[in-house]
């Protein structure tokens, strides 16, 4: 597959609904194509705003029937009398696409109608953002600001990509761009801010600002993977077809931008910002912002005498942050959806510079990271493995088994029995296999969001995540809760699976067990994923044919425990992060 998947197919991609023959090859494609991992993205962020809306808006305002509803008992009654499961009736219920569309379309207007933001917000967001790089990004008489951008252009009529990366210096009295030569994409993207007369850092309050004004319109703002989005769409005739600005909501610096034009596509990701000393910058830096004066032999400020003090205090960027090479490559590949159980290892070697190994991935998504990654400070990519070395991956902690222990296993012909029961309770093979699926596929991608948390919790203790610098704690905040919202949804899509099987054969009503209570995220991490792993093992044991099957009324409590403490530690790590 070459092209890119249209919107209905990322649609059917995300409902399960894409025929088998084509979903291999559309899962390798998304894997490998950032425009359709980005579509897919946002389609799951407008799916969530429409079950918004349906909550908020659809469903109170639907009158009650006419006359009672039948008891769920009583219809499930009446479909095992016609010899069909209760699942036959979901299932097929599923398949019918249409519908589902239909009121996703009624539940998406309203929602524009009644709960989208206003333009009002918008301006308001627009100018926070405004105001806080200005303060963060203001040069002195005695600093330069220095900012490091990836660039990666796409070029509309061949769809080529090419990336780059710009080292930009900003003075009180304009700016300076270095370019790699032969380097197009940085290139392209500097001839359109020539033909807008720019002085300025590729990431900077005029440029955008600037940019927003060509685009017209007041902007929308939106929420996707962890930031804070303002859209513009272009209503001219000018060059210029849409920008986008993304920010962390923590720290309100918008450290990425895209720029549509009517050839060419630019993404502007920010590597570096810093606050640096004239002193410290480097000599061709200094000749092109502060040039030597006419009939002088040497710079205009001598090197040895001491620096002015700064018109402005900087906005607590001075320091270096030790911490941000490492916690930019975590977010790189973060939102390239490449923490998710990939073999990609990160480790800080004792030269303080980052080892990323992608040498255990496909060739394609091996291209692909590299240039995702390619122009990061202190970043060595080894794409093949170096002699003989061992895995950089963090142990995950022995997941636990309730205090009481085990349920006891089930003998062949207890679990003969079982098996028995849940075929009739389905109604036929396909549903009961159709069923299982569905809940281990859910289990499977809670486990991977949960893991990669665990995996953050360590490289970044309680200790060592509060003493981080302000961006870079803000974007590991927005790693962390990405993964704990999306393994939250998948509880909650295991809860509305599991509970019919709950109430059929482990009817008793849940204990009242307190809300759990951590002293920092990282705990909650750890007793989530430990919860998560005990569900999907006696889930394993109930479902599929397990070499340690477990009894139905014994088993099916534990699942109801466990799903229970996942979505209470989850719960308590989001309130954590707050």
């Not at 897919?40 to 659809?58: F, M, N, P, T």
């Not at 499961?85 to 996703?104: D, E, H, I, K, P």
């Not at 400020?301 to 975590?330: C, F, G, H, M, Q």
Request: aromatic share 6%; proline share 8%.
């Amino acid at each position: 597959m070459t092209d890119h998947l249209s919107p209905e197919e990322l649609l059917l991609f995300l409902d399960g609904e894409l025929p088998k023959r084509h979903r291999s090859a559309a899962e390798l494609h998304i894997r490998s194509c950032w425009s359709c991992t980005t579509g897919l993205e946002r389609l799951k962020a407008d799916i969530g705003l429409i079950v918004d809306a349906h909550d908020q808006v659809v469903s109170p305002a639907v009158p009650p029937p006419p006359s009672p509803w039948l008891p769920v008992q009583a219809l499930a009654s009446a479909a095992s009398k016609r010899r069909r499961g209760f699942w036959s009736r979901r299932f097929f219920r599923r398949r019918t696409v249409w519908t589902t569309s239909a009121l996703a379309a009624a539940a998406l207007a309203i929602f524009m109608v009644w709960v989208a933001p206003t333009p009002a917000s918008a301006k308001a967001v627009f100018r926070r953002l405004v105001e806080n790089d200005q303060k963060l990004m203001s040069a002195s008489s005695g600093n330069f600001i220095r900012q490091r951008v990836r660039v990666v252009r796409t070029r509309r009529r061949t769809h080529e990509i090419s990336s780059g990366v710009v080292d930009s210096w900003q003075s009180v009295t304009g700016s300076y761009w270095k370019i790699t030569k032969g380097d197009s994409a940085a290139s392209g993207l500097e001839a359109h801010y020539q033909t807008r007369n720019f002085q300025a850092l590729p990431l900077s309050p005029v440029v955008y600002q600037a940019w927003s004004e060509d685009a017209g319109g007041e902007g929308i703002v939106s929420s996707s993977a962890g930031s804070v989005e303002v859209s513009f769409a272009a209503n001219s005739e000018g060059d210029l077809r849409r920008l986008r600005l993304s920010t962390l909501p923590a720290a309100w610096h918008v450290n990425r931008m895209e720029l549509g034009f009517r050839d060419d596509d630019f993404d502007v990701r920010e590597l570096e910002l810093a606050v640096v000393s004239k002193r410290e910058a480097p000599p061709d830096v200094l000749s092109h912002l502060e040039p030597v004066a006419s009939g002088t032999e040497g710079p205009a400020e001598s090197p040895n005498a001491p620096a002015l003090p700064p018109d402005r205090t900087p906005a607590k960027i001075s320091a270096p942050d030790r911490n941000a090479p490492e916690i930019d490559v975590y977010f790189a590949l973060h939102q390239a959806g490449a923490d998710l159980g990939e073999p990609v290892d990160v480790a800080q070697l004792p030269s303080g510079r980052i080892s990323v190994r992608i040498w255990g991935i496909t060739p394609e998504r091996r291209e692909f990271l590299s240039q995702l990654l390619q122009g990061m400070p202190d970043v060595d990519i080894e794409k093949e493995p170096l002699g003989q070395q061992t895995a950089l991956t963090i142990p995950s902690p022995p997941s636990s088994m309730a205090s009481t222990g085990p349920p006891p296993s089930a003998t062949d012909g207890t679990r003969a029995a079982d098996e028995r029961r849940l075929l009739e309770w389905f109604g036929n093979a396909q549903l009961q296999e159709d069923f299982t699926r569905s809940v281990l596929a859910n289990t499977t991608e809670l486990l991977s969001h949960l893991y990669a948390l665990k995996k953050l919790a360590a490289r970044w203790p309680s200790e060592q995540w509060i003493a981080l610098p302000e961006i870079s704690r803000a974007k590991l905040i927005a790693m962390v809760e990405d993964h704990a919202r999306a393994a939250d949804l998948r509880c909650s899509e295991l809860r509305f699976l599991l509970k019919p099987l709950l109430d059929a054969f482990s009817p008793d009503a849940e204990s009242e067990t307190p809300a759990q209570t951590f002293p920092d995220w990282q705990s909650s991490s750890t007793k989530s994923l430990d919860a998560a792993k005990s569900l999907d093992r006696f889930l394993r044991s109930v479902l599929t044919t397990d070499d340690s099957p477990q009894v139905l009324e014994s088993a099916l409590p534990m699942v109801r425990q466990d799903l229970y403490e996942t979505s209470s530690a989850i719960n308590a790590l989001l309130v954590s992060t707050k």
